[in-house]
Every structure is written in C-alpha cells, then in structure tokens.
C-alpha cells in the first residue's frame, strides 16, 4: 500500500470528481492521500473531502502564495479550526506552510517579510498543538529550516524537496521527512534523482502534489494520486529495491512523521 503525503485533490482541475479520484487511488493501492489546505477560504472544503472519502484525510494552514491576500484574522481563524479539529481523526498536520522565494511577487522586501511572519505564526500552531507540518520550502530551504530550528514543530515533511544533502541532514535532524514525486521521475533532474538514490530510506516520503509536479509519463498534464505507484516504483529503480520494499518503507515514513495517520489506514 501507498501513501500520499501531498495532494490538493479539491483543486479546481478535478471538479466534482474528487470523490472518484480519490477512489481510483484506492484501487491502485494508496491507502491515503494527505489533502492540505492553501487558504482560510478551503479549510471546510478539505475538511468535508477528506470525510467523504474513505483514503483521505487533511492538514489546515496558509500557503505562501496566499499570503498577499491574508489577514492577521486568517491566522486566528486557523488557530481555532486547528483546535476544533484535533477531535476530527482525519485531520493530521498544519499545511501547507512555509515560503515561497521563486515566484517574484513574493520576493518583495515587505512580501518576504510578511511571508515569514505567517510562516512563523503557523509553526507556532503546529508546536501549540503537538503537529507536524507540512512545509512549501521553493527557494526557501536554509529560511524554513531556520525558523524550525526556533519554534520546533512536531516534525514534519519537507515538500517537493530540492535543496542539498547538508540542506536534507538539517530537516531530518529536526523529525522531518522529505518528499519526492513526480520531479524525480525526470531524468534530466539529477541532482533530485542523486537525492532520492542516496539519502536514507527511512528519511523519504512520496507524494503527487497532484494536480501538478505532472511525472514525466504525463507532463505536462494533470497529475492524479492514482500515479503514485508509477512514481514509487521510478524510486525502487533508482535505489535497486524491490517496488514492495519501497512501497511498505515509504508509507512507514509517512506513519511515523504524521502520527495521527495510522488510525485511517486500510488494514
């Protein structure tokens, strides 16, 4: 069995099809599809997907690229959603959180500023609450990581990770583990590839990020959870395993860093 540990499946490019996307997942074997929230707007969106679809569950938070928008209430209203849903079993970290360095929008002296103040205020939620977190680090690895080392959340998953090996050490020192998915699936990105062949097994995640971060068999069209067998077993070749092998550790991973997971599990 599979997990997703990322996957915004009440995108608009799914429509009303979440429900059955999630489904085909199943059936392919991911057991559960980890669906964060972006934005205040979507907390009662993913909260009401993830219970209506049995491999499904949900992180709260705001994402950096909805940070212009946000408001210091949008925090106060993510801290009392938070803490209604520590009674909801589906409901498992704060995400997506973190920076965004790459989009120039958000690299505005004020922008940068105001992106880390969220980021913060957030991580401060996650430790309040005893969660691990679910951290956007584009262009933002030694930032994130520094405000993690300050405000010491319950661990976490570093999404889509891109950074280096020292980079890679200083998150799991931290209870972090790192995602990989689709990008991976590249073989024009090496030094993404180098990662994922050569860092600890028991250090890696996957993901889709689905609807985007598209493998490479579909780029650059919609990516769906249904594709991370496909992507798990890119992983199993790169680090010669076998795909069972890589399927049980990842998902492991994805038990031990996001410890509300298990009750929600296929048997």
């Not at 429509?15 to 599809?33: K, L, N």
């Not at 669906?35 to 997907?49: G, H, K, T, W």
């Not at 050490?169 to 590249?186: D, E, H, P």
């Not at 990662?195 to 971060?213: S, Y």
């Amino acid at each position: 069995m599979w997990i997703d540990t990322h996957c915004h499946l009440d995108a608009h490019e799914f429509g009303s099809e979440s429900p059955q996307v999630a489904a085909r997942a199943a059936a392919q074997g991911v057991a559960m599809i980890v669906v964060p929230a972006v934005e205040r707007a979507n907390f009662a969106i993913v909260r009401d997907l993830a219970a209506t679809s049995a491999n499904a569950s949900y992180a709260l938070g705001i994402h950096p690229i909805y940070v212009p928008q946000a408001t210091e209430d949008d925090l106060i209203a993510l801290r009392d959603a938070v803490a209604l849903a520590m009674n909801d079993p589906r409901f498992v970290a704060i995400g997506e959180i973190g920076l965004d360095f790459f989009l120039p929008m958000l690299c505005e002296p004020a922008m940068r500023v105001k992106q880390e103040h969220f980021l913060r205020e957030q991580l401060k939620i996650a430790r309040d609450f005893g969660l691990p977190v679910l951290a956007h680090v584009r262009r933002s690895q030694d930032i994130v990581l520094k405000h993690a080392r300050q405000i010491r959340p319950n661990g976490g998953i570093a999404h889509a990770f891109n950074g280096s090996f020292q980079q890679a050490q200083g998150y799991i020192a931290l209870g972090f583990k790192l995602g990989f998915g689709g990008a991976m699936t590249f073989t024009r990105a090496l030094q993404i590839r180098r990662m994922a062949t050569d860092l600890p097994l028991d250090a890696i995640v996957l993901e889709t990020d689905a609807p985007d971060i598209s493998p490479s068999w579909i780029h650059p069209g919609r990516n769906s959870p249904e594709e991370l067998p496909r992507i798990g077993a890119v992983l199993a070749e790169l680090r010669g395993l076998d795909i069972a092998q890589v399927a049980a550790a990842t998902s492991a991973n994805a038990r031990a860093v996001l410890p509300r997971l298990p009750l929600l599990e296929t048997p």
